[in-house]
């Protein structure tokens, strides 16, 4: 586990060069998709980063598409992403009419809870990802919190989406792993929910993505008196955010090896969201096919000029390089998997 991410980037590696052998788009493309309608559908509000990549690719990708299909979003909250996984796999038509934007949970859930899923994340065919961004936990400083080292030491109320969402599964694994004395709270709807209950003053902490944090609240980060100042107290990746120096990475402060393996499980969020999938069961021709308009969409000057305008970033990962990653994720030893649902949710 503490080689993890140099395995995922020797397995990304050797898919990267299986790609000169994807079909490239045909006139049968063009035929299926003249004059229809795809539809994106994302597992939070429509407020968040999910739901503003789903909009920004909605605007851009139909046009890199054989055809040029209509694309339009659908926002399925709840769960943590949890209800719109199961929904795809089990509901989604498999025609190529429907894309799925994953939660960046999607594998952890299917390891740590596998009563709850209802898919295989193996099985979904990964167009390419976005962006790869850090987990972190921010804190109100009205919470009196100033660093790591306070977390450990006070109970700081945390607002969640969800059982399933890294607002649950990073405190609770800083829980387990760290004795820190997070108190997740949930049922908040989406990103922007939760960070609306720390304005409120009803939760001191959340944890999300840097990218999610630095896009919606990032005056709270700056050196104005924004009512909600907040602190960065810890990051949770592998490799650590440009502009978080000084910020403790939680695999650095692990003291042994199995507590490594756990953060560094978890940190396998940061390459998985943002990007989207056909569902379980379409004919593999269709995703393959539509790998190409998604590289070309990452390169479309357009798209990138709207990610700027949105303070959001592309820093994006090949369909064959998360598809590695996902499969390499779902080999970790079950021993592994025990101890970190263990950490997590104490069983």
């Known amino acids: 586990m503490t080689k993890l991410r140099s395995t995922i980037t020797a397995c990304a590696a050797a898919a990267l060069a299986s790609m000169a052998t994807m079909p490239a788009h045909s006139a049968d493309m063009a035929e299926m998709y003249k004059g229809k309608t795809i539809k994106i559908l994302f597992g939070f509000s429509v407020g968040g980063t999910y739901g503003q990549y789903s909009l920004m690719m909605s605007e851009y990708l139909g046009k890199h598409i054989p055809g040029n299909p209509n694309i339009i979003i659908q926002s399925m909250p709840g769960a943590g992403g949890l209800k719109a996984s199961n929904y795809a796999s089990t509901v989604m038509p498999k025609d190529g009419s429907h894309l799925f934007m994953p939660p960046d949970s999607i594998v952890i859930n299917q390891l740590l809870r596998p009563k709850a899923v209802r898919y295989d994340a193996t099985k979904f065919t990964w167009l390419g990802n976005a962006i790869e961004s850090n987990s972190v936990i921010a ?187 996902v499969a390499d994720i779902m080999k970790i030893k079950p021993a592994t998997v025990a101890r970190a649902r263990k950490a997590i949710f104490g069983k």
């Open 139 to 325: 804190i109100t400083k009205r919470s009196g919190v100033k660093s790591w080292d306070d977390v450990l030491k006070r109970e700081v109320i945390m607002a969640s989406t969800g059982k399933g969402s890294q607002t649950n599964l990073v405190p609770m694994m800083l829980n387990g792993v760290f004795g820190a004395k997070f108190k997740v709270v949930m049922g908040y709807k989406g990103s922007r929910g939760s960070t609306h209950a720390m304005e409120l003053g009803e939760a001191q902490g959340v944890s999300l993505t840097w990218l999610t944090l630095k896009k919606n609240r990032g005056n709270w980060f700056d050196d104005s008196n924004h009512p909600t100042k907040a602190i960065p107290v810890i990051q949770v990746g592998f490799t650590p955010e440009p502009d978080l120096k000084g910020v403790p990475m939680a695999n650095e402060i692990a003291k042994t090896d199995e507590d490594r393996q756990i953060v560094n499980f978890i940190a396998t969020l940061g390459p998985i969201g943002r990007g989207l999938t056909t569902p379980p069961g379409t004919p593999k021709e269709i995703p393959m096919a539509l790998r190409k308009s998604f590289d070309a969409l990452m390169t479309d000057k357009d798209f990138i000029a709207s990610t700027v305008k949105r303070k959001l970033k592309i820093q994006p990962k090949s369909g064959a390089e998360v598809q590695a990653i």
